[in-house]
């Protein structure tokens, strides 16, 4: 793991900032990628804190100049690019299909699958470069269900599995490696917007079968396993993190 370079998209809260300091205690040099120049610059500093290397670029994933000067920084700084994941993501309008404009479809979208789609693009090529490498994009245990008033989220997440599956399927024999994870219930600032209370949550972690809502690190640990040497057999995989939900 220690000669790796990795880079994450969304990693200044939530399971992105638990997936940088997962790589960076594992000896990864890490770039990570926001849009909060400060938040940024104290994560690299908490990163190199850690004993690694580590970089903040800012870039908003929905701008593919951005995302490729974002990819082309990575490998200016490092000389290559191993392990990419791509964490940046929205829960958009939650609310009745009926409340839904255009606008909150393509707020939804643009960030959710056109910045993961710009993110692989990118990724790819400086990949190709190497010989390989590792893609790890961030779905949602809605990405292969479904709940009620989280339309567009769910669509979009359905449709991150869907582009890492294709993807998967075209870049085997390149040696790129292709997978998401799939987290349930995590205690996140995106949980708590989904939530709204404390007594939804409470509701949330019941349906569970662990009985519990999950923590970012033990999302970061999966994604961790799929940027490594112990997964070279593994692509086109959807890793659900969920405490049990999906199998029920």
């Known amino acids: ?3 790796q370079v990795v880079l994450i998209t969304g ?3 939530g399971i992105g900032r638990a997936a940088a300091i997962a790589f960076a205690r594992e000896g990864a040099k890490v770039v990570v990628s926001g849009r909060r120049q400060e938040a940024g610059e104290a994560l690299a500093q908490e990163l190199r804190g850690l004993g690694t290397e580590a970089e903040f670029v800012k870039a908003d994933v929905r701008l593919e ?3 490729k000067t974002l990819v082309d920084r990575t490998v200016t700084r490092f000389g290559r690019l191993d392990v990419a994941v791509n964490n ?3 829960e958009g309008r939650i609310g009745p299909i009926t409340d839904q404009t255009a606008e909150s479809v393509a707020e939804t979208f643009d960030t959710n699958v056109v910045g993961t789609v710009l993110g692989m693009k990118h990724q790819i090529n400086a990949m190709r470069a190497n010989g390989g490498g590792s893609i790890i ?5 809605l990405g292969h269900r479904a709940a009620a008033y989280t339309s567009i989220y769910t669509a979009s997440k359905h449709a991150v599995e869907g582009l890492t599956k294709a993807a998967a399927l075209e870049l085997a024999e390149a040696g790129i490696r292709v997978n998401a994870v799939a987290p349930g219930a995590t205690e ?5 917007r989904f939530a709204g209370s404390d007594e939804v949550k409470a509701s949330l972690a019941a349906s569970i079968p662990m009985k519990r809502i ?3 690190d033990e999302v970061a640990n ?3 396993f799929l940027g490594s040497d112990k997964s070279t057999f593994v692509t086109g995989q959807i890793y659900s993190a969920d405490g049990g939900k999906n199998a029920g």
């Open 1 to 3: 793991m220690s000669e």
């Open 11 to 13: 990693a200044l809260t």
């Open 65 to 67: 100049d951005e995302v």
């Open 88 to 90: 940046a993501g929205t």
């Open 137 to 141: 994009n961030v779905s949602s245990l």
């Open 188 to 192: 996140t600032g995106m949980l708590n």
């Open 214 to 216: 999950g923590h970012a």
């Open 222 to 224: 999966v994604i961790v």
